[in-house]
């Protein structure tokens, strides 16, 4: 079974970011489901790495001895749409285990949430804002199966 988990830090409050992460769920639902863990946003009166880290927690407690972590962040691998295609379908097709996308708030990922990830995932070296790092994910992972599945949206 093709299946996708993402774990998000904070909920998209702007419409615009919204409309864009469900257009590409929506496409995606039909080849690969994708289950969206959403956290809340460390208490305010939390700074820093105090913040990172009490939500690292909680994305802790939600990955499951068959996730495939794979962390979302600007120092990790760069890599093509068609190597990723491929890696998404070897991810995806191990019966052992699953992928599981995580992108975090707006301190970025804890130390133990970077060491329990099996795979760290750079959309680019520059840093987005969490809202649009998970609208280019999605539209990465909808590109991925498109490639893999050899349908006309992307042009190599
Ligand atoms: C605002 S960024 C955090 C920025 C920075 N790491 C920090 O510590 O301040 C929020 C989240 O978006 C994701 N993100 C932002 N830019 C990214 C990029 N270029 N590649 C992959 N993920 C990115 C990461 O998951 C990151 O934790």
Redesign the pocket.
């Known amino acids: 079974m093709r299946k996708i988990k993402c774990i998000w830090?904070g909920k998209l409050r702007k419409k615009h970011w919204q409309g864009a992460a469900e257009e590409y769920l929506k496409k995606l639902g039909r080849t690969f489901p994708i289950t969206e863990i959403i956290l809340k946003d460390a208490p305010g009166h939390l700074e820093g790495t105090a913040k990172?880290e009490w939500e690292g927690k909680k994305i802790l407690e939600k990955i499951d001895s068959q996730d495939f972590p794979i962390?979302?962040?600007?120092?990790?691998q760069?890599i093509t749409s068609v190597k990723f295609s491929k890696l998404l379908t070897q991810w995806t097709e191990d019966p052992a285990t699953s992928p599981c996308f995580?992108?975090?708030?707006?301190?970025?990922?804890s130390k133990d949430v970077l060491s329990r990830c099996r795979y760290t995932?750079?959309?680019?070296?520059?840093?987005?804002?969490?809202e649009?790092?998970?609208v280019?994910?999605l539209e990465q992972l909808y590109r991925a199966d498109s490639i893999r599945r050899g349908t006309p949206y992307h042009h190599i």
């Open positions: 830090v990172n962390a979302l962040d600007e120092h990790g760069c995580i992108i975090g708030g707006a301190y970025g990922l995932l750079s959309l680019s070296p520059m840093t987005f804002p969490h649009l790092a998970r280019l994910l």
